[in-house]
């Protein structure tokens, strides 16, 4: 009796292979790879920094739990896309702006950006982007005053950063207005090396470029994401400075200096590649990652803000039906002359 119960087969649809990698796996690799980024931050900005992104975190999952839970759909806030969410949309943003500002950006990534269009899988744009962008929109002044980075210049811990700090201690970034719209073009005080260890102004999360660079190849390494998209994008930045430099700096220099600046790092490994938002196709991942650098240097060159990385990722999530469909590979099986007679009684029906 014991042996027939072994040799019976269990039937059931597929797939058939189990995985242990799900959504939350994924996550909370990610979530590891932006811990080096974030002691960065602590260390160069105080611990206002940590509690932003703590305070990022926990509005996201709010609104997340709260808006399912409102709609009567399924709770899934345990899968950790809100947390990521609420750890980017931090990142992005200055260790000056008031909390009550970043959850009302966190309320527009959750909500409006993600939750609105079906939840996780369905949003058409990062929704730590959108909300970012968001903020740019209604709170400028706020989304654009930096603090100078040094231990000894930590930000107060209030809701909001009174006007005497913000006079004393902030000031521009790398990419600010010193460096890339003045008719001179001059290269930031801070040495190469400041901009890439993250001793320099910026957004929370954004500033160190190694700590970014570390925690991108840890990804790739885990298998959470490919690196095809953080290659081009970050290549196709690259060769655009250092074939079209400004103001008669040296090539290399300004090359540097825009690969070690702004959120490039942070865009290309942790942005870009996010699954729901960019290509699923071999030939998509490229292009996309090509026109998330062109934009970005083209904005960077033209626009009226210095950094593009942001405007330049959301620009190309727009394009990412196109760009699956550019991309599509052939079906297995399939040969040349097969496709061709496919495509000839296609158009045979047509004229018919």
Partial sequence: MNEEKKLRLKVASSPHVASPINTMSLMRDVLIALVPALCAAVFFFGPRALIATAVSVAAC????????????????????????????????????LPYWVLIIGDFF????????????????????LGGRAFLMLCYPVAMTTWAKAGTANWAPLGMSVGQDYIDAFTGATPLGADF????????????????????VGGCI????????????????????????????????????????????????????????????MLGAFFMATDYVTSPVTKKGEIIFGVGCGLLTVFIRYFGGYPEGVSYAILIMNCCVWLLDKVGKPNRYGVTKEMREAQKAAKKAGKEG
Wanted: charged letters at 15%; hydrophobic letters at 55%.
């Fill in 61 to 96: 999952e709010l609104f997340e739990w709260g808006y399912r839970k409102l709609m009567k759909k399924s709770l899934a806030n345990q899968d950790l896309s809100a947390a990521v969410t609420g750890v980017l949309l931090a990142f992005v943003c200055p260790v000056t």
């Fill in 109 to 128: 990534a959750i909500v409006v950006v993600k939750q609105l269009f079906g939840g996780l899988g369905k949003n058409f744009m990062n929704p730590a």
């Fill in 180 to 199: 890339m719209h003045n008719a001179a073009h001059r290269l930031p005080d801070a040495s190469l090396l400041d901009a890439f260890v993250g001793n």
């Fill in 205 to 264: 999360g954004e500033v160190s470029a190694l700590l970014l660079l570390i925690g991108g190849v840890y990804l790739i390494v885990r298998g959470v994401i490919r690196a095809r998209i953080p290659v081009a994008f970050i290549a196709t930045v690259a060769v655009l400075t250092f074939l079209f430099p400004q103001g008669g700096n040296d090539r290399l220099t300004w090359m540097l200096y825009q690969l070690c600046s702004g959120g490039l």
